[in-house]
């Protein structure tokens, strides 16, 4: 029962660092331009079919594609910023999330289009590798995701703290009018954050491509749980969306022990209630 | 969020209840104009309807829900149970549905509005008590789980609910819709439906000029859960058949909030004008390209996309931007 308990909770410390990755991005994005973006899961789904045709078109391994994702991401998600919410930077807030929110749609379903909403696996040597500490099955793929996820916090964490872009990245995101005022060029600012958001949405993608079924609803399930990660941490608070996902994970596969597998959820997002109608700045909000 | 439209604001003259009575009287025989469309027209109707649900607390109180589905499967799921277990014919159901659709909203908005949640934040919440319900529903046996619940079969039966023929369905949708769009425009010429605007426009303001807030979100909130509940049961015993997903599932509730978003949120005609432009074209191309099960929500994300960067006030500003250009030519004719 105990190596139950424990096998579990490893296992949500685990995906929880990659909900922690997709909601770094999340809250990166909204930091800056105060948009929740709803088509983050469907680029971080863009991200898992990168990674899975550079697989099975040119048998790239999936942790080598990185190299590929994150500038390809980088650019899409700049290019998304530029061309579609810029122009609609200065209406009203809902208009952005419902912007969004269509182009959530959009993305999603032209991937059914092309690629059929079928279910894929991705047979790659790190699948169903494990190793065992005592009776606790650690699984390659599973510790490979959470590493690159901790990776990758890290390597954000120090752009923004130790450059001068991660400084006026997060000028703007703490005091908009006054970083304008200091010379920092918020319209860059914008695309660059939106960038390095998508880019953390699409690294996940690829985390998640070895033990994940792919197809192209896949980035719902994982976005679904970034907002409430990113709730959770507080909007907009990068270390928050980066224990929000921890603190998530480890929910999750408390809930799958002790509720029916399609209710596994229903604990985190009763702690999303809890925290929007208590705490909406978060734990870890300013 | 909309322009001006005051001079929409008064009742209609005589001439203009008789044009509307007249054009009602017509669409009651549009099955036979049309009757290889009648599916259509009550899709669009229904979800008209719902549209119009949603655009009350959404358009005009601006507290946009991500997650109305969760009124649809309550409506839905309270009618069918009642009729499997209980016996309860769907007529005594649906307004059951409606009660407890509204019981959910109000609690859903006691909590929300209590706490001052707005923007994304109540859209978020919406979002996450939809899916908790999807879950519930997902993994609860006695409501069908996720095969959904089967509604035993009474070929026409009125006690039932049922009929082997679509007209019935398409009148009750027609009925409805014509309901919620009545209901919209009283609201537009009442205190409360002012107080509503109020909310949107400047929160605080409105509650320091004395408004209760509070209290109107929730009345926004009770008919807005109420119709989509409502809705929730027409459409069960018009399919017969529910499942989690096609209830309580996320892409049910953006199906309910993007045609009034599209025909443009706070107006009265903005839901039906939505639907009547999105669902036949979701049904047509679903139709086209049956292999692509999800070719129309491409449409639907790229006209969503177009229509809020070019025509942030929906169709409808569209529409009467072309009223005051045309206004201000007959005048300067006039003169």
Not at chain 2, 211 to 230: C, H
């Amino acid at each position: 029962m105990l190596t139950f308990v424990i096998q579990s909770l490893v296992n949500g410390i685990l995906i929880g660092g990659v909900y922690s990755l997709i909601a770094i991005g999340l809250t990166l994005i909204f930091g800056v331009m105060n948009i929740i973006n709803f088509a983050h899961g469907a680029l971080m789904m863009l991200g898992v079919f990168f990674t899975y045709w550079l697989f099975t078109l040119g048998h790239v391994d999936p942790y080598l594609s990185i190299l590929f994702v994150v500038p390809s991401m980088f650019l899409v998600g700049a290019v998304f910023q530029w061309s579609l919410i810029r122009p609609i930077m200065n209406a009203p807030e809902h208009n952005q999330l419902f912007l969004t929110l269509g182009a959530m749609l959009f993305l999603q379903n032209l991937a059914v289009f092309l690629w059929s909403p079928d279910y894929r696996i991705m047979k790659t040597p790190y699948s169903g590798v494990n190793f065992y500490v005592g009776e606790i099955a650690l699984s390659l793929a599973h510790l490979m995701a959470f590493g690159m996820a901790i990776l990758f916090a890290a390597i954000l964490y120090l752009i923004l703290h130790k450059t001068d872009l991660g400084r006026a990245i997060r000028a703007a995101s703490e005091e908009r009018t006054g970083a304008m005022l200091m010379g920092v060029n918020i319209k860059r600012i914008y695309w660059v954050a939106f960038g390095m958001g998508t880019a953390c949405a699409g690294v996940a993608g690829t985390a998640i491509t070895p033990f994940f079924p792919i197809y192209p609803y896949v980035g719902d399930i994982f976005v679904l749980t970034a907002y409430v990660v990113v709730v959770l941490g507080g909007l907009g608070s990068v270390f928050g969306a980066f224990l929000g996902g921890i603190i998530i994970g480890v929910a999750d596969s408390v809930g799958a022990m002790l509720l029916p597998g399609s209710m596994k959820s229903i604990m985190s997002f009763v702690i999303f209630i809890l925290i929007l109608l208590f705490r909406p700045k978060g734990l870890f909000g300013k | 969020m909309m322009a001006s439209h005051s001079h929409l604001r008064r009742g209609f003259t005589g001439t203009g209840w008789f044009v509307i009575l007249v054009v009602l009287a017509g669409l009651h025989f549009m099955p036979w104009v049309m009757p290889e469309h009648v599916h259509i027209m009550i899709m669009t109707l229904l979800f008209a309807a719902m549209g119009q649900g949603w655009n009350i607390l959404g358009g005009y109180v601006g507290q946009f829900s991500f997650g109305h589905s969760v009124f649809f499967g309550m409506g839905a799921y309270t009618s069918t149970l009642l009729y499997i277990h209980a016996g309860l014919t769907p007529w005594v159901g649906m307004v059951c549905a409606c009660a407890m659709g509204m019981v959910l909203g109000l609690s859903i908005g006691f909590l929300s509005f209590r706490y001052g949640l707005r923007g994304p934040f109540f859209a978020l919440i919406m979002l996450a008590f939809a899916e908790i319900f999807h879950m519930i529903a997902m993994g609860w046996p006695a409501v069908g789980a996720s095969h959904g619940l089967l509604i035993p079969l009474k070929g026409n039966s009125v006690a039932a609910l049922q009929f082997t023929t679509k007209e019935p369905f398409y009148f009750m949708a027609l009925w409805m819709m014509v309901g919620t769009l009545y209901l919209a425009w009283r609201l537009e010429r009442t205190r409360t439906g002012l107080y509503f605007l109020a909310v949107r426009e400047d929160h605080e303001a409105a509650e320091a000029l004395g408004v209760n807030t509070f209290r109107a979100q929730m009345v926004a909130m009770a008919l807005s859960a109420g119709i989509t509940s409502t809705a929730g049961t027409l459409y069960a015993q018009y399919l017969l058949y529910i499942d989690p997903d096609s209830t309580f599932g996320l892409l049910n509730s953006v199906e309910i909030m993007v045609r009034p978003i599209i025909g443009g949120p706070g107006t009265v005609l903005g839901p039906l004008l939505g639907s009547a432009v999105l669902t036949p074209l979701a049904e047509v191309t679903r139709l086209a390209f049956q292999s692509y099960s999800g070719v129309y929500l491409m449409w639907y994300g790229l006209i969503l996309m177009v229509v809020i960067i070019f025509l942030p006030n929906g169709l409808m500003g569209l529409i009467y931007q072309l009223i005051e250009k045309i206004r201000k030519k007959s005048k300067r004719n006039d003169e």
